[in-house]
């Protein structure tokens, strides 16, 4: 879902579509990032609980 | 210099049409990962206990953690209506700052050989940081998602469990990479590895700041519309931080999340050498695989637990914490002893449960109090973690070394101090189970609302209420403008 306009929302101001895009190629990069360092974490993690039970 | 630190402001930092609010919550999960490092800080203590010629005296390391901790609560408390009035960018970016300079002054004090500037940057500085950065995003996040306030708000403090889950190993690779003779010390990499963990915060944190929105007024998610008469437990209404701690509903909370985490930390603080007194067979590294299965148990349960109350009630969800949690650990005394299996998933969901009520309070007093100061009030409510965190371990572990003393041993040394744990939690699902909607004398006036005569009831009877231009949430405060679950 994405944001729901309201009337005064209608009117970009200049720049700002360079601007959204920006923030959304960066909103992506986080979401790369932040599923790259849980996998990391969690596959660092899961070797350790091997040992429990090997 | 105040002009060009304006894009930090929170009328800056409304979303623009056509942003994506799935764009917030890997910014939320960037601070909170970073923050959570905390919990990994253990990975340090011998290297610093060594470089500061400690010999075997940890303590002093510790209080390094400590110091954070209680900052941490601090921050939270007394830092959380500056949130509020200065919006999620600015506190992003001043934690971010805090948290990053804990570590450069922490580093300087390694190399220097000076404890006191550890203690000031990484204790001191840094859980500023962390307090401030665990709050940051939270009413932000319940503001855009206010049909899956849980869902959100457990997506984020997630990150906050995760975060140390990625910070132990990467610091323990990192302290090898850097020492001389690593097979003999690692206390030389302890800067170098200091210096590139804050290079990836400040970049993780910063790109946070960047990335998060408020919604602007009048936004709500496409196609949604608030239920009011849905949920009883979900007000219409809003309390303010000042006037949320005068009602028995904070103070009831306080002392549900009190009793959950108490009794979730007694477990986690004593994981090692509890598993091992449990079973002769589980050695050291084995032990640590099972502290590690706690902390990833800990992560799920934030965010699986927190979604989960979206759909059967914040109430109900505490109730399952406490009421099944209470009966988990009293399978623990009963049957924990007969595997290794049964006993890591006994303590595996009592420990989801730890996360869980971390992740779901958010959206409980977001239902109680409305979205108006939640984050403010998420601080202030904070300080319960913090006694917890000191009575939890003290609970198990003063009760351990009693029966040390008393010639008990293996799983007869966790017995009595488990058992008061059922106790604990039997308290808080009583106090949860007395939880009631906020009574209308603390509800902040609303314009919309046409009910003079009830209006001026109200108004009458309103303890100390602070005027709301002082308590300013900016642009996105209040509802119906603003998108809140009404």
Known sequence: MSSRPTPQQQAPAPGQGTSLAATKAAATGLWVLVGAGLAYGVSQTLLRVVQLFG | ?486
């Open chain 2, 1 to 486: 210099m105040s002009s060009a630190l304006s894009f930090l402001d929170r009328e800056r930092t409304v979303a623009p049409p056509g942003f994506s609010r799935w764009s917030i919550p890997p910014a939320a999960l960037a601070v909170h990962l970073s923050i959570g490092q905390v919990y990994a800080f253990s990975v340090f203590n011998l290297p610093l206990a060594e470089r500061f010629g400690l010999g075997d005296r940890l303590q002093p390391i510790a209080t390094i953690f400590s110091i954070a901790i209680v900052m941490l609560g601090l921050a939270a408390a007394f830092g959380g209506t500056w949130v509020e009035r200065n919006g999620p960018r600015k506190a992003m970016a001043l934690s971010g700052l805090c948290w990053v300079a804990g570590f450069l002054i922490g580093a300087l004090g390694v190399s220097t050989g000076q404890l006191w500037l550890v203690y000031l940057g990484y204790g001191v500085i840094g859980g500023i940081g962390l307090g401030i950065g665990y709050i940051s995003p939270v009413s932000t996040l319940i503001k855009w998602f206010p049909d899956r306030p849980g869902l959100a708000t457990g997506m984020a403090i997630m990150g906050f469990g995760g975060g140390a889950l990625i910070a132990s190993p990467l610091s323990t690779t990192l302290l090898s990479a850097f020492a001389a003779d690593p097979e003999a010390s690692t206390a030389d990499g302890i800067v170098p590895t200091f210096l590139v963990l804050a290079a990836i915060y400040a970049v993780m944190m910063g790109l946070g700041a960047w990335v998060i929105r408020v919604p602007a007024q009048g936004w709500k998610p496409e196609g949604w519309e608030p239920d009011e008469h849905a949920a009883p437990m979900r007000t219409t209404a809003n309390v303010s931080a000042k006037n949320a701690i005068r009602t028995p509903q904070f103070w009831f909370l306080w002392i549900v999340l009190f009793c959950n985490v108490t009794a979730g930390i007694g477990i986690l603080q004593q994981a090692s050498p509890m598993v091992q007194d449990f079973f002769s067979s589980v050695d050291a590294a084995a032990a640590a695989g099972y502290v590690g299965l706690l902390s990833l148990c800990n992560m799920i349960g934030r965010f699986v637990w927190s979604s989960t109350s979206d759909v059967i009630g914040r109430k109900a969800m505490y109730t399952v914490y406490l009421g099944v949690g209470a009966g988990l650990y009293f399978l623990v005394v009963l049957f924990g002893t007969s595997s290794v299996l049964v006993f890591v998933l006994l303590t595996g969901v009592i420990l989801s449960f730890y996360g869980g009520g971390f992740a779901t309070v958010p959206a409980y007093l977001k239902d109680l109090f409305g979205g108006y100061q939640v984050g403010a009030i998420h601080g202030r409510l904070l300080t319960a973690w913090s006694a917890a965190g000191i009575a939890g371990p003290v609970i198990v572990t003063q009760v351990r070394d009693r029966q040390v003393a008393a010639g008990a041993e293996g799983s007869d040394l966790y017995g009595l101090s488990l058992s008061i744990m059922v106790g604990v939690l039997v308290v808080g699902f009583i106090a949860n189970a007395l939880v009631r909607p906020v009574d209308s004398r603390f509800h902040e006036p609303d314009d919309d609302d046409a009910a003079p005569a009830g209006g001026e009831a109200r108004e009458a009877g309103r303890p100390g209420r602070a005027p709301r231009e002082a308590t300013g949430a900016g642009t996105v405060r209040r509802t119906p403008a603003t998108g809140e679950a009404r």
